[in-house]
């Protein structure tokens, strides 16, 4: 995994993981190899993976930060 992405706020996550869904859709409509759909799912698997375990953290810190 690019540890620069993990550096990445929950909402630069999201918007990346946005731009790289539209990616893929763009992908599928002008036909690309299955090898380049498959590297554009992995990486937004990734992402999603990556987002999720930041959305726990977050919220986490927020409700410490509130006690």
Sequence with gaps: MN????????GSLRKLLIR???????????????????EIR???RELMTILTVKEQEETFSLSNHRE
Aim: glycine residues 0%.
């Design 20 to 38: 790289e869904m539209k990616k893929f859709i763009v992908a599928l409509k002008y036909e690309s190899t299955a090898s380049d759909l498959e």
């Design 42 to 44: 992995d990486h937004i």
């Design 3 to 10: 540890q620069d992405i993990k550096k990445l706020t929950a």
